[in-house]
């Protein structure tokens, strides 16, 4: 197995006392690996950098865990908590600036404090970007509202990860059946709705210079690109769009390999989406870094692609300097 420097983009951490918001999802995980991973996220010094070598990870994008301050339901209390955890990461980054990269954490409950959060982050705390834990309370970023956001991220030329949420509602196709709820199947419906209500909202023919980034290889987007063209040609109920729907996909939309270790579906996702398009991931604490570090080191690609995918993509989007 050949050693290849990587890029870790959906990292996770825990500030402190946000525990409660992810209460929701946590509760379900056996209480001995709950121990585990409240361990991993609240560390930033020996398991996480232990295993970042062990598996040849240069640098790793911090993110809060979801669902951080979309899990807050006072507008208010949501600035001035996505305030405390950006200070608090910035201050993690400030003790190990190359191995560590930051991204902001946003009140999306209020599209110009998101805006002017974002900015802060940006321009006085050096972060990367953004990761927004999906819907806020079931407002999606499709809404016009979000359109003096989009121009700042535009304008500050950071990508925004868009990370899985719970569902507003559990659908009917749901009942009964809990296991499809969350992060093996729901979560990947829901994420990859809201990209596309992005997209066909819009919203990259408004700011085409965003980038968006979906993990868990583009929850599923990749493999549809065709038949997204196909039948919005044939049902295009009064939308139109500068581009054909699977054009934004590869471009706007970029993804990481996050959570999945799959040769072929890696495969896959380059050929739809171009080399330039796909990132390595890993999902830390809930994902194996040795298993993601094994399966990108042993993918079936061509040097310089894989050399793109692990490193060179996230340090062009990111403007990273790893020299």
């Known amino acids: ?88 990461l910035a201050e993690k980054v400030a003790r190990r600036p190359t191995r560590y990269a930051g991204f902001a954490a946003l009140p999306m409950q209020d599209p110009k404090a998101a805006a002017d959060e974002l900015e802060r982050a940006v321009v006085q705390l050096g972060f990367k970007g953004a990761l927004v834990n999906g819907h806020t309370h079931g407002v999606y970023y499709d809404d016009p509202a979000y359109d003096l956001f989009w121009e700042r991220m535009q304008a500050l030329d950071v990508p925004l990860y868009l990370h899985p949420i719970d569902l507003p509602s559990i659908p009917v196709s749901f009942a009964g059946h809990p296991e499809l709820h969350g992060a093996a199947w729901g979560w990947n419906v829901e994420t990859g709705t809201h990209a596309l209500r992005i997209l066909f909202g819009g919203v990259f023919d408004r700011f085409p210079r965003l980038t968006l980034i979906l993990g868990h290889m583009g929850e599923g987007l990749p493999f549809q690109r065709w038949r997204f063209d196909s039948r919005f040609a044939a049902y295009p109920h009064g939308i139109r769009l500068q581009r054909a729907p699977s054009e934004y996909i590869g471009s706007n939309i970029v993804i990481t390999t996050s959570g999945v270790c799959s040769h072929a579906t890696l495969a896959g996702a380059v050929a739809e989406m171009g080399a330039q398009a796909v990132m390595f991931s890993v999902d830390y604490p809930y994902e194996s870094t040795a298993i993601a570090a094994e399966f990108i080191e042993t993918a079936p690609l061509d040097p310089h692609t894989l050399n793109l995918v692990c490193h060179g993509n996230a340090e062009r989007l990111l403007k990273l300097n790893t020299d």
Request: proline share 5%.
């Open 1 to 88: 197995m050949t050693r290849i420097r990587k890029i870790a983009l959906e990292e996770h951490f825990m500030a402190p006392g946000f525990e409660r918001y992810s209460k929701a999802f946590l509760q379900h995980i056996d209480p001995a690996v709950y121990a585990e991973l409240s361990g991993r996220l609240n560390d930033f010094d020996e398991l996480r950098l232990a295993e970042m070598d062990r598996a040849g990870i240069d640098m790793a994008i911090l993110s809060q865990t979801g669902p951080g301050v979309q899990g807050e339901p006072d507008a208010a209390a949501a600035i001035a908590r996505a305030r405390e955890i950006n200070d608090f």
